[in-house]
């Protein structure tokens, strides 16, 4: 079953990409339909994107300015709740590693009731050195900081998620003995290159102590790729651009908000889950349905909103920059290797309601059967069925079919200009080094658009599904940092 399932979503994005090519020899006009119908879906999405972008936009202006560390020391329990943070890592530069410890010794929050863990994996030959000497230069600025060495075991996938289920393990241990309430405790997976707000603990400490349905909620900030935003080349600069947008419209959308990279929930609720699964890549999305399964209906993520910046990926040279990004797309795209689980586990768990099992699995497909098909839709879609079917291209529809469907998508690049003034408002000022004659370039780069999310997207995309119909899996590889 669930190889027919790996078969058919990949191949279900295959058939989108290649049926202007061979339907529209029987039937053009259907074709035609079809694509226009997708150009207006694509036009709501640009429109929501936008509507979504601005709403959480003006939302995070307000929330930086509120004193959140007041607001949690009025509620109750608040003495008593502490936050794990596991950062998982394997030969991250220790630079790296510094950046995201400061931005955490910076908190708000009492220091001695936060506990960092780093999860180093045994195979990086570096990892003794590099835990003692943050050991050292960070141990005495937080209430506990401590060093796990996750063994990678026979049936494990090498990974973020093998790691955190071994570090996980670990703290909650020391944790009970010490006599500390899981469920007063959140956990946070903390990507080794993110950099949290100095109030994201003190916000996620108000908003887990004043959610009554706390033990079924994920919390996660804005996730967005400007740590080395002006460093990146252009092409790479853009694609950036648009996932932080669209990574921060996610947080003013709660129905359609999965957590990825760094989110935060109850420790007690990664307990009731099971824990990180050991034989998957990725980790995010496949606890969010695990905890899912777990515990029902009310399982969703709540927006924090505040940033949380990471790398945008990088190497030397554009070259290689562009073949990282690639491959880190290429990664985030091996996500639909969880849908199988997600579909079987759904048709198992009849105890959630039929309708919300429904709407979750097609939120997942939609995202996953588009990802790497859209491109082609919106790109060749409209010019094939009149190249390709003579007798339907002397038709009004045919006639007409490339003009109404690129005005339709000028219509949604309206949008992006939403996306790109957001842009400018949020990420991070231009460095003194950034040389005042490349700032026109910024504009003109939103007009390789189309090349680029091909190379950087779509491509990636079908790299992905493509491996998994064909049942070459993929081996986790850690973005390279700079």
């Known amino acids: 079953m669930r190889r027919l399932i790996e078969i058919t979503i990949p191949l279900s994005a295959w058939l989108l990409i290649t049926m202007p090519l061979w339907l ?72 790296i590693l510094r950046r995201t410890l400061d931005s955490l010794s910076s908190q708000d929050f009492p220091k001695k009731r936060l506990f960092v863990v780093l999860a180093t994996e045994e195979k990086d030959e ?26 990678l075991l026979a049936g494990e996938v090498a990974g973020k998620s093998s790691n955190m289920a071994f570090a996980g393990k670990h703290i909650v241990s020391v944790l009970q ?19 949290l707000h100095p109030k994201y603990f003190s916000y996620l400490s108000y908003m887990f ?18 740590s080395n935003i002006w460093r990146i080349p252009l092409p790479n600069k853009m694609f950036n651009t648009i996932g ?43 606890l969010y349905f695990k905890v899912y399964f777990t515990k029902g209906k009310k399982v969703a993520t709540h927006g924090l909103f505040l940033p949380v910046l990471v790398d945008a990926a990088e190497s030397t040279g554009f070259f290689r920059t562009f073949v990282n990004q690639y491959e880190q797309s290429k990664r985030w795209a091996w996500g639909v290797s969880d849908v199988p689980f997600v579909i079987m586990n759904a048709c198992v768990h009849k105890e959630i309601v039929f309708t919300d099992r429904l709407r979750r699995i097609i939120l997942l497909l ?52 939403i996306v790109f003034i957001i842009d400018w408002r949020i990420k991070p000022s231009r460095p003194k080094e950034y040389a005042m004659w490349k700032l026109p370039f910024l504009y003109l780069q939103w007009f390789t658009l189309p090349i680029i999310s091909f190379f950087l997207s779509a491509l990636p995309g079908l790299d992905a599904h493509t491996r998994l119909m064909l049942g070459k899996r993929l081996e986790y590889r850690v973005t390279e940092k700079v």
């Open 24 to 95: 529209s020899f029987w039937h053009p006009a259907l074709v035609a339909y079809l694509i226009i119908t997708f150009d207006i879906y694509w036009f709501y999405k640009s429109f929501s994107l936008a509507y979504y972008a601005i709403r959480s936009f003006l939302t995070m202006q307000a929330h930086i300015k509120v004193d959140w560390i007041s607001e949690a020391k009025r509620q109750k329990n608040f003495a008593k709740l502490h936050h794990v943070i596991i950062i998982p890592q394997f030969k991250e530069p220790i630079h």
């Open 126 to 151: 570096k990892h003794e050195e590099t835990a003692q000497i943050l050991l050292k230069e960070y141990g005495k600025k937080f209430g506990k900081f401590i060093v796990t060495i996750h063994p």
């Open 177 to 195: 003995k010490d006599n500390i309430d899981l469920a007063l405790t959140t956990v946070t997976s903390c990507d080794a290159d993110a950099m």
């Open 209 to 226: 102590l004043t959610d009554p349905d706390r033990q079924y909620h994920f919390y996660q900030g804005a996730i967005l790729f400007y």
């Open 244 to 286: 932080s947008i669209w990574n921060f419209s996610l947080l003013s959308q709660p129905n359609r908000f999965i957590n990825f990279s760094t989110y935060s929930l109850s420790l007690q609720t990664v307990v009731d889950a099971g824990f990180w699964d050991t034989d998957v890549i990725p980790e995010d999305y496949h």
């Open 366 to 417: 939609e995202q996953h059967i588009f990802w790497p098909s859209n491109w082609f839709l919106l790109t060749l879609g409209s010019t094939l069925p009149p190249l390709i079917n003579p007798d339907f291209a002397r038709t009004v529809l045919g006639h007409n079919l490339a003009r109404i469907s690129s005005g339709i998508l000028t219509l949604s690049a309206i949008f992006l200009v």
